[in-house]
């Protein structure tokens, strides 16, 4: 498992995928908390770096997966309204 450094409080668990090596999964929302206060970024900065230098790369199988935890609702509501819709 691959680590995103400087991120370990940023840490949900793993998560096991079929046939595949299990990966650390993170939380995006505390990633950029600490890219803020850390690092002293706004939240634009933040997202910014984020987005290009930690989403953006590939470092093979272990690859750590990032999880918004913030738009659950949004998927939710996605979810409920393709089930309506069917």
């Known amino acids: 498992m691959l680590q995103a ?9 793993t ?12 939380d995006v929302a505390k990633i950029i908390d600490i890219l803020m206060t850390r690092d002293g970024m706004d939240y634009d ?7 290009f230098n930690i989403l953006g790369g ?5 690859t750590p997966c990032f999880v918004f935890t913030d738009e659950k609702e949004d998927i939710l509501d ?3 309204w393709n089930q309506e819709s069917n």
């Open 58 to 62: 590939w470092h093979g199988e272990g």
């Open 78 to 80: 996605e979810i409920n």
């Open 15 to 26: 998560a096991k995928r079929c046939g595949q090596t299990d990966i650390i999964a993170y």
């Open 45 to 51: 900065e933040a997202i910014e770096y984020f987005e």
């Open 5 to 13: 450094d400087g991120f370990d409080e940023a840490i949900l668990g």
